[in-house]
Structures are given as C-alpha cells and as structure tokens.
C-alpha cells in the first residue's frame, strides 16, 4: 500500500539558525536521491529566505501572514496542492518566528484527513544568546512565544554554542529541560551536526505504516508499544509527541468507538478524522476539544481514507494506537484497557 509522506515543521525566532538547517537538511536529502520540497512562511511581502534554496527544489511561499493565525486553514490547501503537484518525498515547513507551534501542528494534520501525509516532529532551532538575554529579563510577547516553540518541540537543537561561555550554555540547557523534559537537545554551531542523527531523534511521532499494519509484524508492534507501557517506563511510554496518525483498515463499533474518545487521556487536546462504523452504513466525520466530542454523517468526494489524527503532549502514541487495533479486531478485546493504560 502507498506510504504516508513525512512531514517536519521547523521553528524558531528569526536569526536563529532555521534556514541554516534547512538547507543542510535538503542537501541531506537530496544526496540520498530524494526530492524533497518546502512550504516556506514570512511575515513580510518578499521571502528572502527563499531566495537561499535551490531552484530545483519545489517551494510554495506564503507571504504576507503567519501560519499559525491569518492563514491556518491556506496551508492545509497549500501542503495538499505541493503534494499532488509534485509529488515530493519529503515535505519541510519552515514557520515564521512568530508562528505558535500548536496552530501549525492543527493545520498540517488538517490535510491528513484527505492526504496520506505524516507529522514527524518538530524541530525547534534556539538562539542560545538571544534565550540567554529574554531568560534574564523574563517578560514580553517574545519570551512567552519562544518558550511555546520549545515546548512543543519534539527535538532542541542549541545554536550558536559558541556565543556564550560554557558556564551559560549548561544554564540554558538546564532551562531547556526545565520547559521540554522529553526532547533531545543536541547542541551545534551554524547548526553543523549530522542530519541523519537529527532525523532519528524524531522517531516520537508516529503514523501507522498501511503497508504493515494487517501484518503480524503491525500487531506485535502494538503489542510490545503496550508492554512498554508499564509503570517505571516513563519515557518509553509517554512520547512526547505533538501528533499520532491512524489509518484504519476496518470500520469500527460506533458505540464502542465514542467510549473510546470519550476516555482519552487529558493530555490528548485535540482529535479528529473520518470513520467508518460497522453498525451503520453510514461515515462520520468526528471533532474532539475541550474534552467534548462532535459526530457529523458525511459523504465525503472521491477517494478519502477512514483516518483519526490525535494532537497533544507527552501521551503515549502506542496505547492509543493498541487501542484503535482493538476496535478494529486486529488486536484481542480487553475490557476497560484505555482508562488503565492511559
């Protein structure tokens, strides 16, 4: 079956280093024979930065707005038109510095709901320096936004080391872990470090493989993410993920589907996806918020995948995805297993 396109959010405040990584990353990938494409955001009405990527490299511009608030709903279209347009291996966005992490998060999932596309993470690049200076002073809009980019980050990369003495890098590392205690922080300078190091740190967002996912192999993956979700296994089993995408291969119980919801763990803020019930001919797209959630009948147009997109902090991605492998028969029923093992 087709596989789901990876998807990396890169963020962080202007000056930082963003665009420094980004480059490396599409040579990174471009070495391996892949093509990789860019959604690249700015405040301003010209992209400057986008001047610094390679013409052979697609790239959508969204000028004028950031992300995260005038034009949430513009990249969803904007990632699914680069898609079928060309096509890419591997898509990165590049946020404005102004963008909040989460909004972004909402609108790339938004365009997993019709197009096989997967969050991997994302990676927050830090202005050690500048941190440094907005931690001392603790005040302003910009203290408060940053501190928003690192804790949603699902890797830190330390920029510009080399800037403050060793004494304050260990301080802002210590803030670092204060804010975000589950993403790896790699520190660097022009953001020099090996891509493939960087990519595998990302491993805590997950999407069900489609190819695998009817496969013993699928199953025992399930199996042994449930496992590891024993007491005293803390970081095994809370990723700290901002995003968990399923793809599911069988209708599902609606009553059985709804008490599922209605028992997600706090930590999950937001879901939503198209779903199939076995009990009814019928398909539901449904929203979760605010710990209520809302079921509407859809028919939706042309050839949309039965999909749920799950948007939080620190909950553990392999106890949902056992969980939803349990509605689906593919996994044994156990009564009351999402109140327990989450």
């Not at 990938?29 to 405040?43: C, F, H």
């Not at 991997?120 to 408060?144: F, N």
């Not at 009990?279 to 999909?307: C, H, N, W």
């Amino acid at each position: 079956m087709e596989q789901s396109l990876p998807v990396y959010i890169l963020s962080g405040f202007l000056g930082s280093g963003k665009t420094t990584l980004l480059q490396r990353l599409l040579a990174h990938w471009k070495s391996q024979g892949l093509r990789p494409a860019v959604i690249m955001n700015e405040l301003g009405e010209v992209n400057l930065d986008g001047l610094l990527v390679e013409q052979s490299v697609p790239m959508a511009e969204m000028l004028g707005g950031c992300i995260c608030c005038t034009s949430r709903g513009d990249l969803s279209t904007e990632l699914a038109t680069l898609v079928k347009k060309e096509a890419p291996d591997v898509v990165v966005i590049e946020a404005t510095g102004a963008a909040n992490p989460l909004e972004i998060v909402d609108a790339v999932t938004e365009t997993s709901l019709y197009q096989q596309v997967e969050l991997k993470g994302l990676i927050t690049v830090v202005d050690t320096a500048h941190l440094l200076e907005l931690y001392l002073s603790q005040q302003g809009a910009t203290y408060r936004l940053m501190q928003e980019q690192i804790r949603c980050a699902s890797v830190l990369i330390l920029n510009k080391t080399d800037r403050v003495s060793a004494e304050e890098a260990v301080e802002i590392s210590e803030v670092l872990r204060k804010w975000n205690a589950y993403a790896e922080i790699l520190p660097a300078v022009r953001c020099e470090l090996d891509p493939e190091k960087l990519l595998s740190t990302l491993g805590g967002v997950h999407t069900e493989d489609r190819s695998a996912a009817g496969t013993d192999a699928g199953v025992r993956q399930a199996e042994e993410a449930e496992q590891a979700g024993g007491e005293g296994r803390l970081h095994a089993s809370h990723d700290h993920v901002m995003a968990y995408t399923h793809y599911f291969q069988n209708p599902v119980n609606s009553e059985e589907f709804e008490r599922f919801v209605k028992d997600l763990p706090r930590d999950v803020y937001r879901a939503k996806g198209i779903v199939a019930f076995s009990d009814t001919s019928s398909r539901f797209l449904f929203q979760y918020a605010y710990r209520e959630a809302d079921f509407m009948k859809i028919t939706p147009q042309g050839d949309v995948p039965d999909v749920a997109v799950f948007i939080g902090e620190h909950f553990s991605s392999g106890n949902l995805r056992t969980e939803l492998l349990r509605l689906e028969k593919r996994l044994p029923a156990r009564p009351s297993a999402v109140k327990r093992s989450l």
